[in-house]
């Protein structure tokens, strides 16, 4: 059973567009979402992270917004520049590990 | 300071051999995870150590993986009778507790092959 659905597997976006990445979660007991960025051949790491008291959380050009009642969850990344092509991953915690989604590789085209 | 590492950064076996794959968490970190991430599926989660607590090993997919950690600290991923489609990159993330919405920081992971 997924419990954490990512959508679209791969994204093109030139540079300076907007870049959305989506996620939809089903266990109500998640409180915690953060999204991670993979280079190839590193781990992940942490990009920017939310919980459902908020329904937006801005960093620099990383927004996450959140709609707790449709239990969905996006990244969208601002002035997108070629610097961010990756993989994303957004994931839901409950209280003990990490539950990812299935990953988003985003390439930006300069 | 020193980040997770792992060792070895590649390992190629052969079907049916056992491998042992390493992890050395941040210092002080008290939580330990170990992640699967297969081609086209994401992260995912195989077991993880908080303190001296048991393991949660929900993730593990036989049982023919196992893990242990040793004074806390570093973490050995066995993996029995290895084959073909346990090839993946194994990752180790530690972070100073288990849930919480603590950072889970990841090792460059290591990559498995089985022939």
């Known amino acids: 059973q997924q419990q954490v659905k990512q959508s679209p597997q791969s994204l093109i976006v030139q540079k300076g567009g907007i870049s959305i990445i989506n996620c939809a979660y089903e266990n109500t007991a998640f409180d915690y979402f953060p999204w991670y960025q993979q280079f190839p051949g590193k781990g992940p790491a942490l990009l920017i992270a939310?919980?459902?008291?908020?329904s937006e959380k801005k960093e620099g050009r990383f927004t996450i917004s959140f709609n707790k009642s449709a239990k969905q969850f996006s990244l969208h990344i601002m002035d997108s520049q070629p610097g961010d092509s990756a993989t994303y991953f957004c994931a839901a915690e409950g209280g003990t590990a990490l539950i990812f989604g299935k990953g988003t590789t985003l390439s930006v085209s300069s | 300071g020193a980040g997770v590492s792992q060792s070895p950064s590649n390992k190629v076996t052969e079907k049916g051999k056992d491998v042992e794959l390493r992890c050395d968490p941040i210092?002080?970190?008290?939580?330990l995870y170990w992640y699967r991430q297969s081609l086209g599926q994401g992260l995912e989660f195989l077991i993880y150590?908080?303190?001296?607590?048991?393991?949660?090993k929900s993730g593990l997919p036989s049982d023919r993986f196992s893990a242990e950690r040793t004074g806390g600290s570093v973490s050995t991923l066995t993996i029995q009778r290895t084959q073909q489609e346990d090839s993946a990159v194994y990752l180790c993330?530690?972070?100073?507790?288990?849930?919480?919405?603590?950072?889970?920081?990841f090792g460059p992971g290591t990559r498995l092959t089985v022939t």
């Open positions: 993330a530690s972070s100073l507790a288990v849930g919480g919405g603590y950072e889970q920081y």
């Open positions: 939310i919980r459902p008291d908020v």
């Open positions: 150590f908080q303190g001296n607590s048991a393991p949660d």
């Open positions: 210092s002080g970190h008290t939580a």
